[in-house]
């Protein structure tokens, strides 16, 4: 008689998969854990199951006798699930939050609401006051009847640069010039009538203005106490000679980050802020932390911490020591989601993935010295045709040898056994520990079945908790470019 189990599995919403087990697992860890394996999913997530008695309503999954004879399951991943906070205190530490109910929980974004949008494909400009919406229409027709240019009045310019700045601070306090060439052409294409005569793109001193504009914006908002822009407020003028040169230190957010410096949420200041981050400190000395409170309690905390690598650029020791749940893999990824709202992680390796091919037939065209080392990197794989995770392992490594970068000093191997391995001259790297049995490592070596892997920044070993070479090379760079610490940011 077939013992079998088959249980169809929702792992996102274009992804169902059948699942058939021989027997029906002993516990819920261990249907967690197998399905972990089968899936091949890299992430902690929580099991709802389709409940028959609530018209197939689902419910969260807290014993196996629950579930029907071919039930139907979906995967809520752990790492953007969010507890709300009118459900429960965050400083009651004795609520079981393991076995909230799905009405407790709800995925929230990392945003605060004083966060950003990334800037758009396609800046749309927005509409002005009526007086000018009419007069810009009237202005058009004229153009394209005749090809008049339209006169535009100092309050009527003052209005649309105004306007045009505030939606551009939607975006970042700090464009770039490329972002004001784009919302000055989106202009003039909306309204032609607006167009300059005798300029190259025909917006030129639109673009000019607007510069002015948004560093005049700037300043209402820095007297108004915006943090993003009031961090670069003491700096030398006329009414403050004793202040910074205005071009020393400026504190700008980069290409990548949207949040680089957030307001506090409303209704929180720097004491509550800071009671949070001592529950969050004091739930990471746990040998299980609640990731379901940890996250919750990163995402109220964000600004606080923002505030700090900004500010006080602190050492990787000190970031480590005040916020211990940063250097947890989940967290990384979750935080650069939070400063340059984009999941990282799923754009590098759909590129990385994407890009593969092309990157070996490159790889094995290469001769010479390089050639010769990129050969005895790529020969360790050449087996593992349906490895994806090798494939990617030997890519990222044979990357910075085809670039000329000695990645010696990047790439750290130990055996288990060297308790007393001295990283103090590393600044960011990977370590490897290998196995005591296994060979002297060699520079080109992959060790693809390692004891463990770790992440070195600033001659400390910040994380161990990392499955594979690809996700350690990732996690390292993510955590230098989201800044981590203030020195690597």
């Given amino acids: 008689m077939d013992q079998s189990w088959p249980v169809r599995v929702v792992v996102g919403e274009n992804d169902i998969r059948k699942v058939s087990f021989q027997e029906r697992p002993n516990s819920l860890e261990e249907l967690i854990s197998e399905l972990k394996k089968r899936l091949n999913l890299q992430y902690d997530f929580m099991l709802h199951y389709e409940d028959p008695e609530f018209n ?13 004879t071919r039930p139907t399951l979906k995967i809520v991943s752990l790492e953007n699930v969010t507890v709300t906070l009118s459900s429960v205190s965050p400083l009651s530490s004795a609520c079981d939050w393991s076995t909230a109910s799905s009405s407790d929980t709800e995925i929230l974004p ?8 990334p800037w758009p494909s396609t800046f749309e400009v927005p509409y002005f006051s009526v007086d000018i919406e009419y ?16 006169s535009v009045s100092r309050d009527m310019k003052h209005d649309i640069l105004q306007k045009l700045a505030e939606e551009m601070y ?8 490329e972002h004001f060439c784009i919302v000055a052409e989106a202009l003039i294409s909306k309204h032609p009538c607006l167009k300059e005569p005798g300029s190259t793109r025909a917006c030129n001193g639109w673009k000019n203005s607007l510069k002015f504009k948004m560093g005049n914006l700037r300043a209402k908002l820095r007297q108004c106490g915006m943090v993003d822009v009031s961090v670069n407020g003491n700096k030398k003028t006329r009414q403050n000679p004793g202040g910074e040169p205005p ?49 919750r309690l990163m995402s109220q905390t964000f600004s606080l911490r923002r505030k700090e690598i900004v500010e006080e650029q602190p050492s990787v020791k000190q970031m480590l020591e ?27 390796f759909e590129s990385l993935d994407r890009h593969t091919p092309r990157f070996l037939e490159i790889f094995k065209a290469k001769k010479g010295i390089i050639g010769n080392t990129l050969s005895e990197i790529l020969v360790q794989v050449e087996n593992r045709t349906n490895d994806v995770i090798a494939k990617r392992t030997a890519v990222l490594r044979c990357l910075s040898v085809f670039l ?50 770790g992440i ?27 800044g981590a610490a203030g020195p690597c940011r």
């Fill in 56 to 68: 197939n309503a689902f419910c969260n999954v807290s014993d196996l006798t629950e579930l029907p």
């Fill in 110 to 117: 990392h945003n605060t609401e004083t966060s950003r949008d």
């Fill in 135 to 150: 007069r810009l229409r009237q202005g058009n027709l004229i153009y394209m009847r005749d090809g008049t240019r339209m």
């Fill in 170 to 177: 939607k975006y970042s306090a700090y464009p770039q010039d």
């Fill in 247 to 295: 071009a020393k230190n400026l504190k700008r957010p980069r290409r990548s980050e949207t949040n680089f410096l957030p307001n506090f949420p409303l209704g929180e200041d720097g004491l509550t802020l800071e009671s949070s981050r001592q529950n969050l400190e004091n739930e990471m000395k746990k040998r299980s932390p609640n990731l379901l409170y940890v996250n």
């Fill in 322 to 348: 005040r916020w211990p749940a940063l250097f947890r893999k989940q967290q990384v990824f979750a935080e650069f989601t939070r400063v340059a709202s984009r999941d990282l992680e799923q754009d590098f």
């Fill in 404 to 453: 000329g970068d000695d990645g010696r000093e990047f790439y750290q191997v130990c055996f288990d056994s060297d308790s007393m391995a001295d990283f103090s001259h590393v600044p960011v790297g990977i370590l490897t520990v290998i196995p005591e049995v296994s060979e002297q490592p060699r520079p080109s070596a992959l060790h693809l079945e390692p004891s463990s892997i």
């Fill in 456 to 482: 070195i920044l600033e001659g400390t070993v910040v994380m161990d908790d990392i499955e594979s070479h690809d996700q350690a090379t990732h996690a390292g760079l993510t955590a230098l470019k989201q």
